[in-house]
C-alpha cells in the first residue's frame, strides 16, 4: 500500500525530486533556494533525514541557480541537475554508501526557460531537453562527466523513456 511521506525541513519552491536506485537517498531540488537537499532515507519507513545541502556559488559548487530537475544514474554514481538561471547541466559524484555529494562540473546550455534531465538506462548518455532543443551527451560511466554528442530542435522540457530505453519521449 502506498503511504505519503512529507519533507518538512523547508525547501521552498521544489521543482524535482528522485530516488536512487538504491533506495538509500532522496535528492530534491528547490529553485527559490538555489539548493540540492540530499536526504538520507529508510527503505523499509521511508523515512528521511537532512543529509546534505548543497547551494548554488557556495563551497565551489556553481549550477544550481534555479534548478529544475534532477536525475541519479542507476549505478548510483552521479546526479545532474539542470538550472534555468545559470542556463546548463551540473554533476556531481554520488558517495554510494552515503549518498553523499560532491560537485565535479558544470556545463553550459544555450538559455531555456524549462529543461529536463534523464541518465539512459544502460548509463552511457545523458538527456537534457529544453524549451528549444534536447541535447545528448555521452556519459563517462567511470568519472560521471559529460561530453556533448550531438543536439537535436525540438521542444523537450520534459522527458520519458521507455522501458527497454530505446525511445526517448518528450
Known amino acids: 500500500s502506498l503511504s505519503y511521506v512529507e519533507i518538512d525541513t523547508g525547501p521552498e519552491q521544489p521543482t524535482s525530486v528522485q530516488v536512487s536506485e538504491d533506495g538509500k537517498?532522496?535528492?530534491?531540488?528547490?529553485?527559490v533556494d538555489n539548493r540540492l537537499y540530499v536526504y538520507s532515507r529508510d527503505?523499509?519507513?521511508?523515512a528521511l533525514?537532512?543529509?546534505q545541502v548543497l547551494e548554488d556559488d557556495t563551497g565551489g559548487v556553481n549550477g544550481l541557480?534555479?534548478?529544475t530537475s534532477v536525475a541519479v544514474s542507476s549505478d548510483g554514481d552521479a546526479v545532474y541537475v539542470t538550472a534555468y538561471a545559470d542556463s546548463g547541466v551540473s554533476t556531481f559524484q554520488r558517495n554510494t554508501?552515503?549518498?553523499?555529494?560532491?560537485y565535479l562540473d558544470f556545463l553550459s546550455i544555450p538559455y531555456f526557460d524549462e529543461a529536463a534531465v534523464l541518465v539512459s538506462k544502460d548509463n552511457a548518455n545523458v538527456y537534457?531537453?529544453?524549451d528549444e532543443a534536447?541535447?545528448?551527451y555521452s556519459r563517462d560511466t567511470a568519472t560521471g562527466l559529460l561530453t556533448i554528442e550531438g543536439t537535436t530542435v525540438a521542444v523537450a522540457s520534459y522527458l520519458a523513456q521507455s522501458p527497454t530505453g530505446n525511445q526517448i519521449y518528450s
Do not use: K
Open 43 to 46: 527503505v523499509v519507513t521511508g
Open 65 to 67: 541557480a534555479a534548478p
Open 128 to 130: 537534457v531537453g529544453t
Open 97 to 102: 554508501s552515503t549518498g553523499v555529494l560532491s
Open 134 to 136: 534536447l541535447y545528448t
Open 25 to 31: 537517498n532522496l535528492y530534491l531540488a528547490s529553485e
Open 49 to 51: 533525514s537532512l543529509l
